[in-house]
Structure formats: structure tokens, C-alpha cells
Nanobody
Framework: QVQLVESGGGSVQPGGSLRLSCSAS????????MAWYRQAPGKQRELVTT???????NYADSVKGRFTISRDNAKNTVYLQMSSLKSEDTAVYYC??????????WGQGTQVTVSS
């Protein structure tokens, strides 16, 4: 049974930082491209960042220079370090695991709220 479990969400003031974690089980984690998506209220889910099995990363323009994705294959975990948070970063953040679009799995999501 595949499980992706996110943690680390919460409330933070603008300019603050949070680190999200996504722990995977039931998959051969190291071969998957891992990604973080987010969905704000009333908006479509959007891709935030990806990291391939080889460690290549990609970021949405809106988070470049502020967010960093990383992975620890020994721990089957992917991280999202978020800094200089803005109110527009408020959303539910979802972890995704993808293997050539043939196998694709989602976590349950974790809420991030940026507010003063």
C-alpha cells in the first residue's frame, strides 16, 4: 500500500519560514520524481516544485529564490524549505510521487497559512 504523509504545515507570519516533509512508503522512492503542489481556496491546484530521481530541481516562478526542494532517499522523504513566506503562499500543500506518469500518488495535504 502506497502512502505519502505530509507534515510540517502550520501558521506563520509574513516573512517567516516553514519546512514541510513528505514521508513515502510502499514505493521504490529513489526512482520517483517527487513534487510539491499547492491549492489555495477557490483556485486550481498548481505545481510548486519538482525534484527528479537524479536530483534535478525545477520551481514555479512565484517561489524561485524562496523555496527549496530536497530529498533524502535513505529516509524516503522529500522536503520543502519555504522562506520569505507571503500571504499568497497560503494553501494546502500536497506531496506527489510520479514515475513516468504511469504510477502517480498523492498525499493528503498539509495546510500552510501565512498571516499577520
Amino acid at each position: 500500500q502506497v502512502q505519502l504523509v505530509e507534515s510540517g504545515g502550520g501558521s506563520v507570519q509574513p516573512g517567516g519560514s516553514l519546512r514541510l516533509s513528505c514521508s513515502a512508503s510502499g514505493i521504490r522512492f529513489s526512482i520517483y520524481t517527487m513534487a510539491w503542489y499547492r491549492q489555495a481556496p477557490g483556485k486550481q491546484r498548481e505545481l510548486v516544485t519538482t525534484i527528479t530521481s537524479g536530483g534535478t530541481t525545477n520551481y514555479a516562478d512565484s517561489v524561485k529564490g524562496r523555496f527549496t526542494i530536497s530529498r533524502d532517499n535513505a529516509k524516503n522523504t522529500v522536503y520543502l524549505q519555504m522562506s520569505s513566506l507571503k500571504s499568497e503562499d497560503t494553501a494546502v500543500y500536497y506531496c506527489n510521487a510520479d514515475y513516468y506518469s504511469n504510477r502517480n500518488y498523492w498525499g493528503q495535504g498539509t495546510q500552510v497559512t501565512v498571516s499577520s
